[in-house]
C-alpha cells in the first residue's frame, strides 16, 4: 500500500523556519517524482513545490522562491521542504503527493498533511 | 502561467442527480487534466487524469471529457459519498497554479 507520511508542521512565527518531512512506503521511491502542496484555511489547493525523480528538476511557486527548498534522499525514501523566513500567508495544510508515474506533475497518491501555522 | 477556471464555484444537487463541473484552460493544455475530489478534512483523491481516463477503484459514475481548453466532470447519479469539493488542474507544465478554484457540491 502507498504510504506518504508528512512530519515537521506546528506553530512558527513570523521570520521563523520549519522542516516539513515526507516518508514515502509502498513503491519505489526513486521512480516517482513529489509535490507540495498547501491548503489555506477554507482556500483551494496551491502547488508549493516539485521534485523529480533525480532531483534533475525542480520548480516552486513564486510566492515561497527563495525561501524554500524542497529536496529528496532516494536511500531513505524521503523527501524535505526547508520552509525560511516565514510570513502569516504560509500558514495551511501541506501536503505531500506522488506523481503518477515518473517525472508527472499531478499527483496520484496524497499524505494526510501537516498543518503549519504562522502566527506571531 | 496557464490559468484553470471551474464552473459552477458551488453546485446544489440531490441524491440520484447528474451533474456536470466544467474547468476551462486558459490556452490549450492538450488532455493533460485531472479532476480531483477533496472530502471536508481530507486530502484530495485523484478521480481522473489524462482528461477522461478514470483512476483505478473510482466508481464509474464519474466521468471526464475534453480536450484543448474545455473540460467537464460528470457524475451520473450523486451518491451521499460524492458531496465534496472537486478540483480540475492542468499538467502540461509545472505551475504554483495549476488548480482551479473548486466546486463544493452541497446537498440541495
Redesign the interface.
Known amino acids: 500500500e502507498v504510504q506518504l507520511v508528512e512530519s515537521g508542521g506546528g506553530l512558527a512565527q513570523p521570520g521563523g523556519s520549519l522542516r516539513l518531512s515526507c516518508a514515502a512506503s509502498g513503491f519505489v521511491f526513486s521512480s516517482y517524482s513529489i509535490n507540495w502542496?498547501r491548503q489555506a484555511p477554507g482556500k483551494?489547493?496551491?502547488?508549493?513545490s516539485?521534485i523529480s525523480t533525480t532531483s534533475s528538476?525542480i520548480?516552486?511557486?513564486?510566492?515561497v522562491k527563495g525561501r524554500f527548498t524542497i529536496s529528496r534522499d532516494n536511500a531513505k525514501n524521503s523527501v524535505y521542504l526547508q520552509m525560511n523566513s516565514l510570513r502569516d500567508e504560509d500558514t495551511g495544510v501541506y501536503?505531500c503527493?506522488r506523481g503518477?508515474g515518473g517525472n508527472?506533475?499531478?499527483?496520484?497518491?496524497?499524505?494526510?498533511?501537516t498543518p503549519v501555522t504562522v502566527s506571531s | 502561467d496557464i490559468q484553470m477556471t471551474q464552473s459552477p464555484s458551488t453546485l446544489s444537487a440531490s441524491v440520484g442527480d447528474r451533474v456536470t463541473i466544467t474547468c476551462r484552460a486558459s490556452q490549450s493544455i492538450n488532455s493533460w487534466l485531472a479532476w480531483y475530489q477533496q472530502r471536508p478534512g481530507e486530502a484530495p483523491k485523484l478521480l481522473i487524469y489524462k482528461a477522461s481516463s478514470l483512476e483505478s477503484g473510482v466508481p464509474s459514475r464519474f466521468s471526464g471529457s475534453g480536450s484543448g481548453t474545455e473540460f467537464t466532470l460528470t457524475i451520473s447519479s450523486l451518491q451521499p459519498d460524492d458531496f465534496a469539493t472537486y478540483y480540475c488542474q492542468h499538467y502540461i507544465t509545472y505551475s504554483s497554479y495549476s488548480f482551479g478554484q473548486g466546486t463544493k457540491l452541497e446537498i440541495k
Open positions: 502542496v483551494g489547493l496551491e502547488g508549493v516539485y528538476a520548480y516552486y511557486a513564486d510566492s501536503y503527493a503518477y508527472s506533475y499531478h499527483s496520484q497518491h496524497w499524505g494526510q498533511g
